[in-house]
C-alpha cells in the first residue's frame, strides 16, 4: 500500500543532521559528550545516559556485515530485487548498526561478517539514503 514501507528517511528536528550529513554522503552518528556512547539511528538523545547534548561524529571507516536480510518486495517501480539489506557494524563505535542495501554482489553473495564500505543513494524526497559497497575479495 505504502510504496515506501520500509525506507527510513522520516525527517525530524532529531534525524536532520543525519540526512544533512547524509547529503554530503557523509554517515553521522550521535556521540554524547558526557559518557561517550554512540548512538544511531538519531534520536536525539544519548541511549546511554540520556543526555540530550550531542555532538555528530563521522564514521568514515570500513564495516562489517553482523546480519542480513533478502529482500524480494519491489518498494519502488524502478527498484531491482532481490537485493540484501544488511546491518552493519563499525570497529570502535561499538552501539552504532546501520541498516542499508548491499550493492556489489548479489545478494546470494552476501555473508555474515564481509566487509563493506558506505555509499548514499538517492532516495525519495530527496534524501540520500544509506547503503553499503562489498569491497571485492573481502568475503574470501
Ligand atoms: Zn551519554
Redesign the pocket.
Known amino acids: 500500500m505504502d510504496a515506501t514501507t520500509g525506507i527510513p528517511p522520516a525527517v525530524t528536528e532529531e534525524t536532520e543532521p543525519f540526512w544533512a550529513a547524509a547529503r554530503e554522503g557523509r554517515l553521522v552518528v550521535e556521540g554524547?559528550?558526557?559518557?561517550?556512547?554512540e548512538s544511531f539511528p538519531p534520536r536525539g538523545m544519548?541511549?546511554?545516559?540520556?543526555?540530550r547534548t550531542l555532538v555528530p561524529i563521522e564514521i568514515t571507516g570500513r564495516g562489517h556485515v553482523y546480519s542480513l536480510t533478502v529482500n524480494h518486495q519491489r518498494w519502488l517501480p524502478d527498484l531491482d530485487v532481490p537485493y540484501a539489506i544488511v546491518l552493519v557494524e563499525f570497529p570502535g563505535h561499538p552501539g552504532v548498526r546501520v541498516a542499508g542495501r548491499l550493492r556489489g554482489v548479489p545478494p546470494e553473495d552476501a555473508a555474515i561478517g564481509m566487509e563493506v564500505e558506505v555509499g548514499f543513494e538517492p532516495g525519495p524526497g530527496g534524501c540520500a539514503i544509506p547503503s553499503f559497497v562489498a569491497l571485492p575479495g573481502a568475503s574470501g
Open positions: 554524547c559528550p558526557s559518557c561517550g556512547a544519548c541511549r546511554s545516559c540520556h543526555a
